[in-house]
């Protein structure tokens, strides 16, 4: 195991992905302790963390296009004019 300062700089919490800090010696969780064992590269969570936004991201895509796709066009033009209907009485 290389120097802790090196450890807690490059590695976060495995369970909160939050940061590590060290106890007599031992690196821990800095909010939970030792309740929250190992540790994981900063790299490796900061990743994980751009998934999980790509996969909400995707999520929200596809309820959107759903949102979409169930409405008729005429709903989704009174949707984009503001709900406004004119029928072209002017
Ligand atoms: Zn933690």
């Given at each position: 195991?290389?120097?802790?300062?090196?450890?807690?700089?490059?590695?976060?919490?495995?369970?909160?992905w939050?940061s590590?800090?060290?106890?007599?010696?031992e690196?821990?969780?800095?909010?939970?302790g030792?309740?929250?064992?190992?540790?994981?590269?900063?790299?490796?969570?900061?990743?994980?963390?751009a998934?999980?936004?790509?996969?909400?991201?995707?999520?929200m895509?596809?309820?959107g296009?759903?949102?979409?796709?169930?409405?008729?066009?005429?709903?989704?033009i009174?949707?984009?004019?503001?709900?406004?209907?004119?029928?072209?009485?002017?």
């Open positions: 195991m290389g120097n802790h300062n090196d450890i807690i700089r490059n590695y976060v919490c495995a369970v909160c939050g590590l800090h060290t106890i007599r010696g690196i821990v969780c800095r909010v939970y030792k309740e929250h064992a190992g540790f994981v590269t900063r790299k490796y969570a900061e990743k994980r963390r998934e999980s936004y790509a996969e909400r991201a995707n999520a895509w596809n309820i296009k759903y949102f979409f796709e169930s409405r008729t066009e005429e709903e989704l009174r949707m984009i004019t503001g709900g406004e209907d004119d029928q072209g009485t002017n």
